[in-house]
């Protein structure tokens, strides 16, 4: 089959690798759509490294059909439309027995310690399919559309951690499409305005199409005049941080109300630092929180989202893309010329 292999930081080659094998217990995905996470980008720059072999297939965006089951696999049928929830809890650690499965002490995810989805196939262990982590599409969802679930679900983490409630102002750092993402959750959340920041232009635009209030060019514009301008000098009741920019740490805890909350959602590129000063988190008694991942309920819940035609797909992604663009796909979606490329194989 084709593959994108992994073989370290700036080194993807397409290659011909052999088919999975699976045995009784697994089933052969026929990769059909994958898409482009900004983690993916953190990997292949060798900013992110955890979990992460080589060489190894990432990719841990992607849904497909059955191409083959095992004896042994039951529920399932070959030719089914199906999605992937990467991350794989182990299910009897601290983290998995108190609510908290998505940062697992013993988590494997697809596209880390399994290969992953930047291939024709892609093999289901026994683990994942008894974790429930392969899961049934709905016949009124497209492939295009159902590969968004993840990278929504973890978005609907995010949010339960930012607690975007009834009335709020929300305050998005990034246009991409996680930020564009929080925009349409936060406003289902209720929140009376939402506020995007972003330099990039065509971004902006796609966000006000996401259901955004204000967008601003923080290259030219002051977002701290347009957040208290628009909250009567308070500040916003929630910003969430869709770049993993360190530097802007402090000032976006700056943005905020009193007892308003900062969540840390974008991932950040190990040992670099960012500075806060204390005391803005001191006397505004402000929340600073981080997301890290997805549960499989949020899977499921994100799915839904979907499937009623809640969350506007067509904003997020940018298709077009083959299995042979994965190079130009990866560095788009790094530059900014797209949203979050996806791939057809």
């Known amino acids: 089959m084709k593959a994108a292999v992994f073989h370290g930081p700036n080194d993807l080659r397409m290659e011909e690798v052999k088919k999975p094998v699976i045995n009784e217990h697994e089933i052969l995905m026929r990769v059909n759509v994958s898409a482009i996470c900004g983690t993916d980008v ?32 039951s529920g399932f049928t070959v030719g089914e439309r199906v999605g992937v929830i990467p991350v794989i809890p182990c299910g009897r650690c601290y983290y998995c027995m108190n609510g908290r499965e998505n940062v697992c002490a013993n988590r494997t995810a697809i596209g880390y310690e399994f290969d992953g989805g930047f291939a024709e196939y892609v093999k289901i262990p026994k683990i994942a399919l008894q974790s429930g982590n392969l899961v049934k599409l709905p016949d009124n ?12 679900a973890c978005c609907l983490n995010g949010q339960r951690k930012a607690n975007v409630k009834t009335g709020d102002t929300v305050v998005v750092i990034g246009g991409g499409p996680i930020g564009l993402m929080h925009v349409q959750l936060a406003k289902i959340a209720g929140a009376k305005n939402v506020i995007l920041s972003e330099p990039i232009v065509h971004r902006r635009e796609k966000a006000l199409l996401a259901g955004a209030n204000f967008t601003v060019n923080p290259e030219t514009d002051s977002l701290e005049t347009v957040v208290l301008d628009n909250t009567d000098n308070l500040g916003a009741d929630v910003v969430i941080m869709a770049i993993g920019v360190p530097a802007l740490v402090n000032s976006c805890a700056k943005l905020l109300k009193k007892g308003g909350t900062l969540n840390l959602f974008a991932g950040f590129t190990k040992g670099v630092l960012g500075e806060i000063d204390p005391n803005v988190i001191h006397y505004n008694e402000i929340t600073l929180n981080g997301t890290s991942a997805l549960t499989r309920s949020d899977y499921y819940n994100s799915l839904s989202l979907i499937a009623s035609g809640q969350i506007n797909t067509e904003v997020l992604t940018t298709t077009g893309y083959k299995l042979e663009d994965i190079q130009k796909a990866i560095l788009d979606v790094r530059n900014g010329n797209g949203m979050k490329s996806v791939i057809n194989i």
């Not at 992110?48 to 089951?69: M, N, Q, Y």
């Not at 969802?141 to 929504?152: D, G, N, R, W």
């Open 141 to 152: 969802v497209s492939l295009e559309e159902a590969v968004i679930t993840e990278p929504l």
């Open 42 to 73: 953190r990997i292949y720059e060798g900013k992110k490294t955890k979990g992460v072999r080589t060489p190894s297939i990432i990719g841990h965006e992607l849904v497909g059909t059955i191409a083959e089951k095992g004896s042994e696999v």
